[in-house]
């Protein structure tokens, strides 16, 4: 009797055991067949180089866009692998002529901004982040960003409303909501007081988001290199 019901003991724990590593077996096989979705951000990109013709964005190794990116271009969000992502623009040519590494993290929004010293010799990417929560009621909300070598720092402004202070060169201001409505903006000089630019007849729509962009020189050679203030809808 004794033999018999260790005998048995023995039978319901091999049992056991193998029923267990079947389903560890079977949970690796599900795990496999249904792999976790992979996490990512979202990043958009602001052409600000007037000293290269055209561009292509790398991210990693991969080209983000396709077609050639010229100045005051932009490129719309495109989903990114979260953690450490290297950024590089290439000329026309494939030279690579700035790349810089940047953080990204799950379901974050971010800017990529291209930029070149006043003298056109050096280049640089900065990051931004976009905070792309929706504005409340029938707002729109509106963003500076500096991307001007020779100017100083800027405020923009919707008549008496002043909606940003002092940004410095490659600097952003924080989004501000503002009535969803055709109306215009100045850009102003902060420390001379007077407006450089202007932005006629931008219509807001309601539940919008939007990025005044400056880029170019105050005082340009060429034309083509001229202060410019652009509109990029960030949603």
Not at 46 to 71: E, H, P, R, Y
Request: proline share 2%; charged share 30%; hydrophobic share 40%.
């Amino acid at each position: 009797m004794n033999i018999k019901l260790q005998y048995t003991s023995k039978s319901v724990l091999l049992a056991s055991l193998f029923a267990f590593l079947a389903v560890a077996v079977g949970c690796k096989k599900d795990d496999n067949n249904n792999p976790q979705p992979t996490a990512t951000a979202k990043v958009a990109f602001l052409n600000g180089v007037f000293a290269s013709d055209s561009l292509d964005l790398f991210v990693d190794t991969k080209k983000a866009n396709s077609k050639l990116l010229g100045f005051g271009d932009h490129l719309a969000y495109l989903s990114v692998t979260v953690g450490e992502r290297a950024f590089e623009i290439k000329d026309k040519d494939e030279k690579s002529i700035a790349k810089k590494s940047f953080k990204t993290e799950k379901d974050n929004d971010y800017s990529i901004l291209a930029s070149n010293s006043a003298d056109g010799k050096t280049f640089e990417l900065i990051q931004i982040a976009d905070d792309l929560t929706a504005p409340t009621g029938d707002k729109a909300k509106i963003r500076l960003v500096h991307l001007s070598p020779d100017a100083g720092k800027l405020n923009l402004a919707s008549g008496e409303t002043v909606l940003a202070e002092n940004i410095s060169y490659k600097g952003a201001s924080l989004y501000k909501e503002v009535d969803a409505k055709k109306t215009s903006f100045e850009i102003v000089d902060a420390d001379a007081e007077e407006t450089i630019l202007n932005v006629e007849g931008l219509d807001l729509a309601k539940g919008k988001i939007y990025t005044i962009w400056v880029s170019g020189l105050q005082d340009p050679e060429d034309q083509g290199e001229a202060l410019k203030a652009r509109i990029f809808t960030n949603k």
